[in-house]
């Protein structure tokens, strides 16, 4: 009959040698890129809206915009956002243009 010590060892053997059932695979990360001059001025005027709280919109647009770095979907999240709360600062017209052409373009809901 194997000791204890013995039935550990196997046990150890067997447990940091065993293969995963499901191994991990590497995830796509999508490309970003730093934002636009015009991009930043909607982000910086958007920033300075009241958000409810512990919401992804107030989450999402704390940060620098010197320093934020968006995917498309997060450019179209911008834009949603831009939309959403527009009635608490003015954007320019090319700055307008700009939001319904991303919230055309992309159907994003958070």
Do not use: C
Not at 54 to 74: C, N, P, V, Y
Not at 90 to 98: G, N, Q, R
């Amino acid at each position: 009959m194997p000791t204890l010590e013995e039935l550990r060892k196997e046990y150890e053997r067997g447990f940091y040698n065993a293969k995963p059932i499901f191994p991990k695979q590497e995830k796509k990360r999508t490309p970003t890129t730093p934002l636009t001059g015009l991009e930043k001025a909607i982000y910086r005027k958007v920033q300075t809206a009241r958000f409810p709280p512990a919401t992804a919109s107030k989450r999402f647009m704390q940060g620098d915009a010197e320093l934020i770095k968006l995917s498309d979907k997060g450019r179209a999240f911008l834009a949603y956002i831009a939309h959403r709360f527009r009635r608490q600062y003015i954007l320019t017209e090319e700055e307008l243009t700009w939001v319904a052409k991303m919230s055309a373009s992309h159907e994003v809901e958070p």
